[in-house]
């Protein structure tokens, strides 16, 4: 077959270039300066490779396409469909439109500790959208559809902010989300309760 030349060349190739590199004098200093820098890269190598698999950091990268003049005309990005929503196997999608100066619905409510897929579009120029104090940091760009998974661990108020320069108004562009007890969260979705025993009124 043809894969044993390639391989005796590959053998010989190999052969070659350690000899030659044998050949050439390295100072100990520097080979103690090329194993640093070689440890340096393996480091910053497998920070990458641990944050991708096991805390989810990841580039928003499915290229999904949507026409950005038309976001209104979308069944996904209609007005009426913005927010939040369960979907059928009970996970919590957040749909939100990215525009100058805004995000879109202004005003959301989502439980902790809860996986919750955000799906960013925007609807004019390039945006960003960062929460601190998550792995939520995404462009938004116009065409495509940006899609996070994010979990807040923590009830409270957590800013949100563009952090891509969109224009004049940039630096006014950021809102607030409200992350609430995951409990209270799933009692507020669920009107009207029945009232069988005397169970939460707190409002
Ligand atoms: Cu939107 Cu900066």
Known sequence: MQTEPIQ??????CRDFFT?????????LERKWIAISII???LLVGIIVIDAFFHGVNPPSKVETIDSASLHLSKEFAEENLGVQTDDKGNVVVRMVA?????????????AETPITFRWVSMDVL???HIPMT?????????????ITTTFPKPGEY???????????????????????KEHWTSKQNTPVPAAKGGSVNE
């Not at 030659?20 to 100990?28: K, P, Y």
């Not at 800013?159 to 007890?181: K, T």
């Open 8 to 13: 005796a060349k590959c053998k010989q190739f």
């Open 20 to 28: 030659q590199l044998n050949a050439v004098h390295i100072d100990h």
């Open 40 to 42: 340096i890269i393996a």
């Open 99 to 111: 525009g100058r100066y805004s995000f879109f619905p202004k005003h959301i409510d989502v439980p």
């Open 127 to 129: 945006h960003g959208v």
């Open 135 to 147: 792995n939520m940091s995404t462009m938004i760009v116009p065409g495509y559809v940006a899609e």
């Open 159 to 181: 800013p949100l902010l563009c952090n891509e320069y969109c224009g004049m108004g940039h630096n006014h562009m950021w809102s607030n989300i409200s992350v609430i007890e």
